[in-house]
């Protein structure tokens, strides 16, 4: 534990007054007491995972398992093992992030974004789905190439996350198709307003490749009419198709 910590033993002492709890980040100590003081009383032993503070202020993941005994004079005491797991969170991020982003735009996939979406809709939060698509995406892969259609689903990408609040869920979720839900959000006058900037922003970014008519149709449901993921986005999509049928460049 010193060696995880970079303390000696007496700075160890003098730091924590051994308390051990002033070792654990601050954001995980509630949980970390509950786990262990709820695991003990069931069964006598815990295992959890959390953060230690080192002596430099960097944080590093443990895997702490532990029981209860009682000492020779009687007292009730724990003792616990502790494990370096770090590279073993570190990978789970990554493989995480793999699992739920498009690497292209660095929005998430649709796997993601259903993920995240049912989350808030799991908890009846209410919200709206923008569901998006680029108009004459097709004709721009054929005039400029793949790689300004590449560029060209940066762009919105990097709109989408400059239209969007911590919280929002932002994806691209397969070709040219994209999602905005605003958790929380379902004012029409600003969800109007969001929609109409989304619109403009990608038209000005868009209109360097001038020999074709890039724009974006959007389609818009709000979680009062739906329960869960399917039925908000055949909402969206049905008002997109009505945009896209009358003359694209708009949202509904």
């Not at 929380?184 to 619109?199: E, P, S």
Request: charged share 30%.
């Amino acid at each position: 534990m010193l060696n995880y910590l970079g303390y000696t033993y007496d700075e160890l002492v003098e730091n924590t007054g051994e308390e051990m709890q002033k070792i654990i980040a601050p954001e995980d100590w509630e949980r970390v007491e509950r786990t262990i003081y709820e695991s003990i009383e069931k069964t006598g032993e815990y295992d959890v995972q959390y953060r230690i503070i080192r002596k430099d202020g960097t944080r590093l993941w443990v895997d702490d398992k532990g029981h209860e005994i009682t000492t020779e004079d009687g007292r009730k005491a724990m003792i616990s093992v502790m494990l370096d797991i770090s590279e073993n969170i570190k990978l789970q991020d990554e493989l995480r992030k793999e699992a739920m982003e498009d690497s292209l735009t660095g929005l998430l996939n649709r796997k993601g974004a259903i993920f995240y979406i049912e989350q808030s809709l799991l908890k009846n939060h209410p919200g709206a789905m923008f569901l998006l698509d680029i108009n004459n995406f097709k004709q721009l892969n054929d005039t400029y190439g793949h790689q300004a259609g590449d560029q060209v689903l940066r762009i919105l990408g990097k709109i989408l996350k400059s239209n969007s609040r911590e919280g929002d869920v932002s994806a691209r979720i397969g070709g040219d198709e994209f999602i905005l839900f605003l958790p929380g959000c379902t004012r029409q006058d600003i969800l109007n307003k969001r929609a109409d900037r989304i619109c403009s922003d990608f038209r000005k970014t868009g209109s360097v490749y001038n020999d074709v008519e890039l724009s974006i149709s959007i389609g818009i449901a709000v979680s009062d009419d739906a329960h869960d993921f399917d039925q908000l986005f055949k909402l969206a999509d049905k008002r997109l198709y009505a945009v896209k049928k009358n003359g694209k460049d708009n949202f509904r």
